[in-house]
T-cell receptor, first 114, second 113 residues
């Protein structure tokens, strides 16, 4: 159980493009979803915490107008990287949890902006 | 500020040996403790959880928790090259509701054949 599906797994696009990443909990209701970014050889960096039906809470230094998060249902959250630039190239990972339960991670999305 | 500390490594062990990974945490009221494994280029995978003092065994993995010392460890017996990965310690506080786990920066384990 506790499967989290993330799509797409890989995106390559031109600078200025907006990219949407989906995160779905397949067999449980995720009251909370988390979005992380990880640069090569570095540790996970939490970007934002998203609770179903409410606005996401962003970590310090993360631009909320740049990284739009929507969590409209208990099984789906989306992250949109707006007007992406090469410095946004990274490995984006979502995780989901139900209240008090451990987080389960999606497989990640490798974003490359040319 | 809640903190989780891990030695970044790399920790190198020969195949068949026991690998010992350690983690300390600052929040005394933490209640739940997890170990994740992350292979290079992949997302973290939950491998162990422990909630009470003592040892918990699952196959070749044993998690050990000492709340008085604010210390949690992961032992991997009969280490295999396929165990080579970064191991992340994560802590969940009491009544944390929907707040995120606090992760350590991870320890890189290398099992040498």
């Amino acid at each position: 159980g506790a499967v989290v599906s993330q799509h797409p797994s890989r995106v390559i696009c031109k600078s200025g493009t907006s990219v949407k990443i989906e995160c779905r909990s397949l067999d449980f209701q995720a009251t909370t979803m988390f979005w992380y970014r990880q640069f090569p050889k570095q540790s996970l960096m939490l970007m934002a915490t998203s609770n179903e039906g409410s606005k996401a809470t962003y970590e310090q230094g993360v631009e909320k107008d740049k990284f739009l998060i929507n969590h409209a249902s208990l099984t789906l959250s989306t992250l949109t990287v707006t007007s992406a630039h090469p410095e946004d190239s990274s490995f984006y990972i979502c995780s989901a949890s139900d209240l008090g339960q451990p987080q389960h991670f999606g497989d990640g999305t490798r974003l490359s902006i040319l | 500020q809640k903190e989780v500390e891990q030695n970044s490594g790399p920790l190198s062990v020969p195949e068949g040996a026991i690998a010992s990974l350690n983690c300390t945490y600052s929040d005394r009221v933490s209640q739940s403790f997890f170990w994740y494994r992350q292979y290079s280029g992949k997302s973290p995978e939950l491998i162990m959880s422990i909630y009470s003092n003592g040892d918990k065994e699952d196959g070749r993995f044993t998690a050990q928790l000492n709340k008085a010392s604010q210390y949690v460890s992961l032992l991997i017996r009969d280490s295999q090259p396929s165990d080579s990965a970064t191991y992340l310690c994560a802590v969940f506080g009491q009544n944390s509701g929907n707040t995120p786990l606090v992760f350590g920066k991870g320890t890189r384990l290398s099992v040498i054949a």
